[in-house]
């Protein structure tokens, strides 16, 4: 439970740590709070963390012509205590309260969470449900774009998630966000998000490899009748494993349940 | 830019409950060992090593973190509260008094880091209330009391009993 033997580079600039990305076995250092554990397991031996916690300016959340920018160091507990984000993303805020503990909400990064692509892990599908813009020291890249699989993600190893920017929702948008876990703040067995506004979308959480748009469900959405058969397609579409903690059926199960009821609050919610 | 050689031990500066420390860590230091070992502040706990158990919670610049997450090569300049910190010269804080009280704990392995994420829940949110109580005791793990006391203790402190 002691992790392996690595140098230290505490970069004062993103040039800094993108130059010192470029060469070795080397990984980036966020909040530390999916790494640390990765590396006292001995799963991961880097020969080099580039910590970017001390590079300034890269924890805010700013108006984005009515949606919002945020800084890939903005740390769980100040996205979920913010009054922008409660405003203006009430789905982002309802989800915060179940990435883990307090003690890891203070330290975990939103950049970190994105990176580090765990499919059962809320922020990864909040960015899908909103399509968020991942913008990087080289681009930017769509959240659609983003996720490749388990702890998979189209970053290459020298590139910064640097901000998230979060386009406005409709006004009128209604949303629900619905997740089961067996004791709070433990990663998912799965959850659902939808927004009902302009347009329906849906997306399930911890249900496939990386989070996913249930796009067949979102298309039979019409009115409140139709919820029943939307969260039976949805139940349908997702494609879960079966591990120690529930069964892929339980799983395929739960994706209905949840599904009608966010689909229940966000109809509800939507004007 | 900071470099710190791997295998090779740097000098760590911070300040540990109003007082400034100093010592020496290899960059791999986890600052729970750190805390226990090079400073002797044997009050932090250590169960598990992976953030999930939460006997190792401190305070870092007055937020209540997992010390094993983090290593000591990254304290330099911050603000470190551990539970050695808590009582006062008249004895102990409100929390540990009330969890006295209330048989909150046994073995008080798991009391550090409870007192830890609590004192921060206080100072932020002094009229919390028994859900939102509950639900940042849901990152501790209490093996002996079953939370009762613990609940009673600090329902008690934020004026809910
Ligand atoms: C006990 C426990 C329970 C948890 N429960 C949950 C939960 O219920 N839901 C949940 O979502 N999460 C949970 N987590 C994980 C937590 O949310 C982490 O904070 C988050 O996954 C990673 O963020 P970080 O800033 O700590 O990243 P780090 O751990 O520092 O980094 C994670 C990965 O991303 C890379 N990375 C970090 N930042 C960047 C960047 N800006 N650009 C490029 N790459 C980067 C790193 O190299 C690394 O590979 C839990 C963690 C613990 C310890
Ligand atoms: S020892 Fe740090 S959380 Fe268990
Ligand atoms: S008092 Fe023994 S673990 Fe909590």
Redesign the pocket.
């Given at each position: 439970m002691k992790p392996p033997a690595f140098e230290y580079l505490a970069p004062a600039t993103l040039e800094e740590a993108v130059a010192a990305l470029g060469g070795e076995d080397a990984k980036i250092l966020a909040g530390g709070q999916s790494l640390v554990p990765m590396l006292n397991f001995r799963l991961l031996a880097p020969s080099l963390l580039v910590d970017i916690t001390r590079i300034p300016g890269l924890d805010y959340i700013e108006d984005w012509d009515g949606g919002l920018r945020i800084g890939a160091l903005t740390r769980h507990h100040t996205l979920e205590t913010s009054p922008l984000v409660r405003e203006r993303f009430p789905v982002l805020h309802a989800a915060m309260a179940h990435v883990a503990h307090l003690a890891i909400r203070n330290r975990g990064t939103i950049g970190g969470s994105l990176c580090h692509g765990d499919p059962a892990a809320e922020l990864p599908g909040l960015a899908l449900l909103l399509d968020a813009q991942l913008r990087t020291t080289q681009r930017t890249i769509p959240a659609t774009d983003f996720f490749e699989g388990t702890l998979a993600t189209a970053l290459a190893e020298d590139e910064i998630l640097t901000e998230i920017l979060l386009p406005a929702l409709p006004p009128g948008t209604g949303w629900g966000f619905e997740e089961f876990a067996r004791r709070s703040g433990d990663f998912a067995l799965t959850a659902v998000a939808a927004t009902i506004g302009a347009e329906v979308r849906i997306v399930a959480i911890g249900a496939n490899e990386k989070p996913i748009r249930l796009a067949k469900a979102e298309g039979l959405f019409s009115d409140q009748s139709s919820i029943d058969a939307v969260a039976a397609a949805a139940q349908d579409e997702v494609s879960p494993d079966s591990d120690l903690h529930a069964s892929a059926d339980y799983r395929r199960h739960l994706v209905g349940v949840l599904a009608r009821r966010a689909l229940k609050s966000a109809w509800e919610g939507a004007s | 830019m900071r470099y710190l050689e791997a295998g090779k031990r740097h000098s760590v500066r911070f300040t540990l409950n109003g007082r400034s420390v100093e010592g020496e860590a290899e960059p791999r230091l986890l600052l729970s060992d750190f805390l226990r070992h090079h400073l002797g502040a044997f009050g932090t706990h250590v169960g598990c090593e992976h953030g999930s158990c939460g006997?190792c919670t401190i305070r870092v610049d007055g937020k209540a973190v997992r010390a094993c997450l983090l290593y000591a090569v990254q304290m330099d300049g911050r603000v470190v509260e551990t539970v050695e910190g808590l009582a006062n010269p008249d004895g102990l804080d409100a929390l540990q008094a009330a969890l006295q009280k209330h048989h909150?704990?046994?073995?008080?392995?798991?009391?550090p880091g409870?007192l830890m994420s609590l004192s921060q829940l206080h100072d932020e949110e002094p009229k919390a209330d028994e859900a939102r109580i509950r639900d940042v005791l849901s990152g501790?793990?209490?093996?002996?009391?079953g939370y009762h006391g613990?609940v009673q203790a600090a329902l008690e402190v934020f004026g809910k009993s």
């Open positions: - | 006997a909150g704990l046994q073995c008080g392995f798991c009391t409870i501790h793990i209490c093996r002996c009391t613990i």
